[in-house]
């Protein structure tokens, strides 16, 4: 079973995102990581951008699959996680071992609050991720 905490929103697409202030970390989920396997190229193609909620931010190249990434809300795309941005670090494989922490993608300034009542809680996600596991 794969790790959902408590204290975070979750999309229908595997992203988690937590809120402080205005501002909101999106990662990827520990079912998601799981899913992809070994992660080894990570991009956030909309840094510096004003994005909507679902659109594309980056995506994620893993050794079985690409995926993209989307917003979980509304806002601009403030920061990408350096430590795994392959451009200016080289350690994408950490969104595999702490993808909650130092694993996080980037950062969104959020323009509509409103928009976090639509992400799924943990019992939401966690449902979501039981009825993946048995298709």
Known sequence: MSSIPADLKYTKTHEWVRVEGDIATIGITDFAQKELSDIVYVEITALGKTVKQTETIGFIEAVKATSDIYA?????VIEANAQINKKEGDAPAMVNRDPYGMGWLCKIKISNP??????LDQEAYTNLVQRSQHH
Do not use: M, N
Not at 114 to 119: K, V
């Open 72 to 76: 979980p809300v509304s806002g601009e």
């Open 114 to 119: 409103a928009e976090l009542s639509t992400l």
